[in-house]
Structure formats: structure tokens, C-alpha cells
């Protein structure tokens, strides 16, 4: 590998993990948000979603130019790829947590403290998957990524018990229907990140060992 090469891998690498930890970062604040009802930490999430659009509009860039300019085959191949997978994985998580943030407002006034304590559990596990994928590229750990990989049907099932008891609380709120429907998106948000998570997960897999596992 030229020397000029290597220096544009690393300056991708480290761009793409300063957008990993931004969007961690807007997915752990959507939470509290959620948790104790903040709408005007919803707000700033939505304002600043342009922030990560641009991150991922760069980092892209940057990979297009390397793979015309050095034309990077093998293994530093495989990385450019995965980098603009992942890339694109990490915006649309932002923009998952913008929808979160959205649906936030969108309930303000609603009491949902008896919804908490499962979609906290819900949350955690979709944010503990976030944190692993992201700790699984740095560290090229493919056990990692297959244990993200893992607990991605659990997320699912939370996500269809959630529906279950929704669409049973609708029939006994009709006049709740609205903010009940939110709520039900919000899991189905959480869900959609884990999704991700898992994505970005098999991209790693794909990056160590050149194998496409994603739909296995």
C-alpha cells in the first residue's frame, strides 16, 4: 500500500467513527428525551440533523476520490466498499432518531409511564447493538458482529409484542388513537436502528472475511 493511500484510509476511518459517536450521541439524547418527556431536546435533534447529512455526504466523497484515484483492490477494496455501506447505515440511524424525536412531540400531553419500562429495555438493546457494531468495525471483531447479529430477532419480537398491546389499548382508548399510533411507530423506530446496527454488523464480517452474510 503507498503511503498516500494508507493516509487517506485512516483520514475515512477516523471520519467515520467521529460520525459513529454524533450519531450515538443523538440516539442516546432521543432517549432521555423519550424517558422523561423533553420536547425541546426533540427540537434541537431535528435542527441539527443536517449536521450528520453533511458528514455522510463527505465521507462518501472521499471515498469516491480514493477509488478514483488509487484504485484500491483486495482488502483496501473491501474497506471503501464497506465504509460507504456503513456510511449510509449511520445517516439513516440519525434520521431514525429524528423520527423518534418527531413522534416525541407528537405525544406531548400523553401519559405513557406504564409503556416505559419495556421500551427502555427495547432502547437499551437497539443501543447496545449501535455501540457494538461501531466497536466491531474498529476492532475488526467478527464474534462481535455475529453476537449484534443475534439479538437482532429479539428487537423483532419486542417490536410485535409492542403491536400486540397497542392495537389492544386502541380498542380501549378510541379517543387515544393518535398518540397510541406514535407510540406504536417509536418501536417500530427502535426497531429499524437495530436493523441497522445489524447491517453495519455484516458489513464488518464482509470487511474481515469477504463473505456476504446478509441473508443468511
Known amino acids: 500500500m503507498n503511503i498516500l493511500l494508507k493516509k487517506e484510509l485512516e483520514t475515512i476511518r477516523k471520519k467515520l467513527l467521529a460520525l459513529g459517536a454524533m450519531v450515538e450521541d443523538r440516539f442516546?439524547?432521543?432517549?432521555?428525551?423519550?424517558?422523561?418527556?423533553?420536547?425541546?431536546?426533540?427540537?434541537?435533534?431535528?435542527?441539527?440533523?443536517?449536521?450528520?447529512?453533511?458528514?455522510?455526504?463527505?465521507?462518501?466523497?472521499?471515498?469516491?476520490?480514493?477509488?478514483?484515484?488509487?484504485?484500491?483492490?483486495?482488502?483496501?477494496?473491501?474497506?471503501?466498499?464497506?465504509?460507504?455501506?456503513?456510511?449510509?447505515?449511520?445517516?439513516?440511524?440519525?434520521d431514525e432518531a429524528v423520527n423518534i424525536a418527531q413522534r416525541i412531540v407528537r405525544i406531548q400531553g400523553f401519559n405513557y409511564d406504564s409503556y416505559i419500562h419495556d421500551y427502555k429495555i427495547m432502547a437499551e438493546m437497539a443501543g447496545g447493538m449501535l455501540k457494538m457494531s461501531l466497536d466491531a468495525f474498529v476492532n475488526q471483531d467478527i464474534r462481535m458482529a455475529e453476537d449484534v447479529r443475534a439479538m437482532d430477532g429479539k428487537v423483532d419480537a419486542m417490536k410485535n409484542g409492542f403491536y400486540d398491546r397497542l392495537k389492544g389499548d386502541i380498542m380501549k382508548m378510541p379517543d387515544k388513537t393518535g398518540k397510541l399510533i406514535n407510540m406504536l411507530l417509536i418501536s417500530r423506530h427502535l426497531e429499524r436502528i437495530a436493523d441497522h446496527a445489524t447491517n453495519i454488523s455484516e458489513e464488518v464480517i464482509y470487511m474481515k472475511k469477504g463473505e456476504i452474510v446478509r441473508h443468511r
Open 28 to 94: 442516546i439524547n432521543v432517549l432521555k428525551a423519550f424517558e422523561f418527556g423533553e420536547t425541546e431536546t426533540c427540537q434541537k435533534i431535528i435542527a441539527s440533523d443536517h449536521e450528520v447529512d453533511h458528514m455522510e455526504v463527505d465521507i462518501e466523497e472521499e471515498c469516491l476520490k480514493v477509488l478514483a484515484l488509487h484504485q484500491p483492490v483486495a482488502g483496501d477494496l473491501r474497506f471503501i466498499i464497506v465504509v460507504i455501506k456503513i456510511n449510509n447505515d449511520l445517516e439513516r440511524i440519525a
